[in-house]
Each structure stands twice: as C-alpha cells, then as structure tokens.
C-alpha cells in the first residue's frame, strides 16, 4: 500500500485491493473529478468479482472520494475553492493541535529526526523538479506529526480527510513559490517541536496551514475558482 494510503477496508485483501486501485486512479488524477466510476471496467482491469469493488466505493465514498448519485452511481467530486478552504480550515485545527502534542513529547527528538530526513527529501525533489514526489513527501511529513501525537481521535478524523488533503494538495503544488515557502514553513516546524514549545509549536503550523490556505485562495480567484482537474 503506498505511502498515504489508510485503507478502512484492511482484512479483505480483495477489498483492499480493488479499493487501492480505485483510490489511486483517482489521487493521480487518471480519473478526473466528474468522472463516473463503474464497476464493470474495474472488474475488467484487476480481474475481480463485482461483491470486492463494491465494497471498496463504498469505502471510498465514506472518505469523501467519491460521491453517490441516486440512480447514476458513483462519480469523483468536483471540489470547488469553498470546499478545498473548508478542507484547510479543518486541516489548520488538526495540525496545529497534533503539533502541540508532539512538541510536549519526551521522545521528540527521534521524530525530529524523522521530519528532517523527510524534509531533506522535500528539498531533493523540488531541486529535481520532480513534484508528484514532493507532494508524497509533504503529505508524509504531516502523517508523521498526526501519528506521533497520540491522540487516537485526531488520527482518525485526520485519515478519514486524507484523500480530500491530497486532492487540496495537488492544487496547492501548483501555485508558484509556494513548494519553496512550504519548505522553509516546514523548517520551522521542526525547530519549534525541537525546542519543546507546545506555544511555538501549535503557533508555526498554524502559521503554515493558513498560508497555504491563503495563498491557494488567491491562484483559485485568479483562476476563476478552477478545480484540482483544470
């Protein structure tokens, strides 16, 4: 399962599978928001039976990748610029609460490490030009914090906005200066959870996830509002 991923379906390898399958044509974008998901052509495609594939929309429509029409099916969301905002609003409380919490750990020097390793990793792609990694990367760095934080809740809601993140992300990679802000954001990050400041630490990612959010406001007004497949 790759990096993001945080399957509800776990326990049934063929759920799993198909629903691994669905989620990642639709993060890489090879089926762009409006597009109707069948199952027949997933059935063709992975050699499953109909019961698995079904499970897994239904998996995937709970996290908010998919949406169900009555009487049409399936359909990948068009988010709009309101709802990519609401998705950062959300992400601003998770991250900055989970930030916190690791800050005030006493095994935070291991994570530190940890997000500066993905940090440097950061660096390297965006140097190479090479975004769908950086994007990766990013959301790794952020699973990172959720997970140290202890807090089972936050993890939870976290997860279940994941796929919705990724999407925000994807329009977020595209607005220029903003993948080399976000590693200087990131960078501070590390250093307020280093220090061991609850304060400092809730204070930069929030900081972070607002400046994301401002900035990703102003490219959708100058472009007319344009969805992640525009």
């Not at 052509?41 to 949406?67: F, K, N």
Request: charged share 25%; hydrophobic share 40%.
């Amino acid at each position: 399962m790759s990096l993001e991923n945080t399957s509800p379906v776990r326990g049934n390898s063929y759920v799993e599978i198909a629903y691994d399958h669905v989620r990642s044509l639709i993060l890489s974008g090879e089926l762009p928001p409006g597009s109707r998901v069948t199952v027949a052509p997933i059935t063709d495609s992975i050699g499953l039976s109909p019961t698995p594939i079904r499970t897994a929309l239904a998996a995937l429509e709970r996290q908010g990748l998919l949406v169900a029409l009555e009487h049409r099916g399936y359909f990948v969301p068009k988010l709009s610029r309101d709802d990519i905002l609401e998705i950062y609003e959300i992400r601003e409380v998770i991250d900055s609460v989970a930030s916190r919490r690791v800050a005030q750990l006493s095994s935070r020097d291991a994570i530190v490490t940890s997000l500066e390793e993905l940090l440097d990793r950061q660096s390297h792609a965006v140097a190479a030009g090479d975004i769908p990694a950086y994007r990766d990367l990013d959301l790794a760095f952020h699973k990172t914090i959720w997970r140290s934080s202890g807090n089972h809740r936050l993890l939870a809601l976290a997860e279940n906005l994941l796929g919705q993140v990724r999407i925000g992300n994807n329009v977020s990679s595209r607005v220029p200066g903003r993948v080399q802000t976000s590693l200087i954001e990131h960078s501070a990050i590390i250093e307020a959870i280093r220090s061991g400041s609850a304060k400092d630490a809730e204070k930069t990612t929030r900081k972070h996830v607002r400046e994301a959010s401002r900035s990703l406001a102003e490219y959708l007004s100058r472009h007319d509002g344009a969805s992640p497949d525009n």
